[in-house]
T-cell receptor, first 115, second 110 residues
């Protein structure tokens, strides 16, 4: 298994455009998380899925953000009408929930720049 | 709401020296995690601490957890340049999302 993958790795867009990011988790992992990280800060939780169900969304996730995990495998995060404040690294992580600790394994991230 | 504070936020140390990074958290956390992040890269899991008094060691890094004091420490022994990175601690309030500290930037000088 090659770990969590994300695509694209970098995205430059103009303000007002829509963007979509994809995350492929580790294959047997049933939980998938999205975080956002800005320069000099720790990652901030956005949302997470258990299988295909979206179980929690942060207040940070405005109406312009939507995430899906349609078949409980890969996930997409869409940002509509991007703003300059959306510029950040978007990190995806996955874990296997069950008994004991379920360490989250992070992907390489998608760096978004909104001009 | 869980809040996590790390200190120091920046640490410059000489090779061969010892130092400790502190991580305080505000409310109950199921577990405490330590991650490492190299510049431009993603986060690498270092340790998971499950219970009071837990201690884990890997190479020159040792992490401990005191749930009564709501404090975790990451101790660096005889630092080497390869340890230069940003270190994050994270709490897990409800067994799902992680709440991260701001990170400690470690620079080891030869």
């Amino acid at each position: 298994d090659t770990g969590v993958s994300q695509d694209p790795r970098h995205k430059i867009t103009k303000r007002g455009q829509n963007v979509t990011f994809r995350c492929d988790p580790i294959s047997e992992h049933n939980r998938l998380y999205w975080y956002r990280q800005t320069l000099g800060q720790g990652p901030e939780f956005l949302t997470y899925f258990q299988n295909e169900a979206q179980l929690e969304k942060s207040r940070l996730l405005s109406d312009r953000f939507s995430a899906e995990r349609p078949k409980g495998s890969f996930s997409t995060l869409e940002i509509q009408r991007t703003e300059q404040g959306d510029s950040a690294m978007y990190l995806c992580a996955s874990s296997l929930a069950g008994q004991g600790p379920h360490t989250q394994y992070f992907g390489p991230g998608t760096r978004l720049t909104v001009l | 709401e869980l809040k996590v504070e790390q200190n120091p936020l920046f640490l410059s140390m000489q090779e061969g020296k010892n130092y400790t990074i502190y991580c305080n958290y505000s409310t109950t956390s199921d577990r405490l995690y330590w991650y490492r992040q190299d510049p431009g890269k993603s986060l690498e899991s270092l340790f998971v601490l499950l219970s009071n008094g837990a201690v884990k060691q890997e190479g020159r890094l040792m992490a401990s957890l005191d749930t009564k004091a709501r404090l975790s420490t990451l101790h660096i022994t005889a630092a080497v340049h390869d340890l230069s990175a940003t270190y994050f601690c994270a709490g897990e309030p409800y067994g799902n999302k992680l709440v991260f500290g701001a990170g400690t930037i470690l620079r080891v000088k030869s």
